[in-house]
């Protein structure tokens, strides 16, 4: 299946998308709750958000196909996955350390989308993605699990492959459904399989923590994620997730400014060459 021709408002459209999401290295570090929790109430609120989003365009929530429902589905898994463990790996080190170790995915994602998809191998891609594998090597302290940003730095890498085969299967799915539409199906299972955490964590700090969650359900997830799917009609996965590995350098900026988080030169290392890879595919994304 080939993607339809990205223009310039297909391009800016993926990087708002970039820089709404990047607002979720922040928040999972400002948010005093456990990562269960904060996932099942991000999920919860956006499928309300959704929901009504849907009625109000008129979108139909059903399938052509049982296959299809069943794809995105089991892609709501990967999502509940790749966010608890991502949301750990923030817990455990930095908003800089969390977001930047999960982008390795563009990496994966060089390697996985052409066999699951049985496309060719694009050697400007492997380049990229090898590029932005150079820049989380600069993150690891030292290659030990008694090191608790490498256990961080661990988590964050499998995240990482978790979220690029979910953003693979809705690279299939989003030519052929509203992205609005594909995401409330995903946080439907994603709340779903979190309803325990209901019954084994204290509820009633909930208050004091809701207005950052209703920024993460509300706008993190129910605007930038929807973006992001949206963006696959127009790019393929690997291109994608290339030019969203920006989405550190902003939850860097936003870590500083918020959290008083200064990177160390390592990370600032990382960051820059994670930078030049995405603004290497962006520079392609105009040419082609």
Known sequence: MVEERADLKHILKLNLAVI?????????????????LIIFLRSFIAIWALLI????????LNFSNKKDLLKVLFAGVLMCAHWLTYFQSLKLSSVAIGMLSIYTYPVITTFLEPL????????????????????????VPEFSLDNQQTIAVCFGVGSAFLY???????????????????????????????IPVLFFFDLSVIPSQLAPVLVLGLLTTSVGH??????????????????????????ILLGYFI????????????????????????FRSFKK
């Open 116 to 139: 699951i998809r049985k496309t060719g191998f694009n050697k400007i891609h492997l380049f990229l993605g090898i590029l932005v594998l150079f820049g989380v090597y600069f993150l």
């Open 226 to 251: 929807t973006l992001l799917v949206s963006s696959f009609k127009y790019f393929s996965a690997t291109t994608a997730s290339i030019i969203s590995s920006a989405q550190p350098i902003y939850g």
């Open 259 to 282: 959290l008083n988080e200064v990177p160390s030169i390592n990370t600032v290392i990382g960051g820059l060459l994670i930078a030049t890879a995405v603004f290497t595919e962006i």
């Open 53 to 60: 989003f849907c009625k109000i365009k008129g979108l139909k």
């Open 20 to 36: 709404i999401i990047s607002t979720s290295g922040t928040l999972g570090r400002y948010i005093e709750l456990s990562p269960f």
């Open 164 to 194: 690029s085969l979910r953003n693979i299967l809705m690279k299939q799915q989003a030519s052929k459904y509203n992205g609005s539409v594909l995401m409330l199906f995903q946080m439907f299972v994603v709340s779903t399989l979190l």
